[in-house]
T-cell receptor, first 114, second 111 residues
Framework: NAGVTQTPKFQVLKTGQSMTLQCAQD?????MYWYRQDPGMGLRLIYY???????DKGEVPNGYNVSRLNKREFSLRLESAAPSQTSVYFC?????????????FGPGTRLLVL | GNSVTQMEGPVTLSEEAFLTINCTYT??????LFWYVQYPGEGLQLLLK?????DKGSNKGFEATYRKETTSFHLEKGSVQVSDSAVYFC??????????FGKGTKLTVNP
């Protein structure tokens, strides 16, 4: 099993450009998440999806959209990138949206917005 | 709201030293508590967890005990190795089914 995979690994954008970060999991998990990691801030939840067909906002959703394409895939879209969105983005999944469930993380996407 | 406070880093230790990384939390109800570890260039992975008061999570020589009376979940290891160099995150899940992370503590272990 590959676990949680993310593409691309690294991306440079100019302000105003758009892009989609892809995430896929092969663990048959119901719940998926997108986080951003910034120095001194820890991880902050952007959006999550409790199950296929549902999405909800997390702590910092502004400037992002998501799509839960199917059970395996959960994409994050930046419609008009801003320098404040320079960050490392992590996708995660868990079997259930449950307080005791372990989340499994992908390797991350480093995004630089100039 | 729910929050996690963990000790500021970075922490630098010599091999075989004792490690403590403090973590305290604020939450309503009875949260589940986690320690995640991030090795250089990788995503986070679960190190250990505890789901109720007085539970002790343990893995790879690391331990943490869920102390409700002090709202703490401190991470300890008796003898660290160079391979333990990483960033450690304390996190809680307090009924909203979403993890709240601390800011992370970077540990460097020198030979």
């Amino acid at each position: 099993n590959a676990g949680v995979t993310q593409t691309p690994k690294f991306q440079v954008l100019k302000t105003g450009q758009s892009m989609t970060l892809q995430c896929a999991q092969d663990m048959n998990h119901n719940s998926m998440y997108w986080y951003r990691q910034d120095p001194g801030m820890g991880l902050r939840l952007i959006y999550y999806s409790a199950s296929e067909g549902t999405t909800d906002k997390g702590e910092v959703p502004n400037g992002y959209n998501v799509s839960r394409l199917n059970k395996r895939e959960f994409s994050l879209r930046l419609e008009s990138a801003a320098p404040s969105q320079t960050s490392v983005y992590f996708c995660a999944s868990s079997s259930l949206l449950s307080r005791q469930e372990t989340q499994y993380f992908g390797p991350g996407t480093r995004l630089l917005v100039l | 709201g729910n929050s996690v406070t963990q000790m500021e880093g970075p922490v630098t230790l010599s091999e075989e030293a004792f490690l403590t990384i403090n973590c305290t939390y604020t939450a309503t109800g009875y949260p589940s508590l986690f320690w995640y570890v991030q090795y250089p260039g990788e995503g986070l992975q679960l190190l250990l967890k505890a789901t109720k008061a007085d539970d002790k999570g343990s893995n790879k020589g690391f331990e943490a005990t869920y102390r409700k009376e002090t709202t703490s979940f401190h991470l300890e290891k008796g003898s660290v190795q160079v391979s333990d160099s990483a960033v450690y995150f304390c996190a809680l899940e307090g009924g909203s089914e979403k993890l709240v992370f601390g800011k992370g503590t970077k540990l460097t272990v020198n030979p």
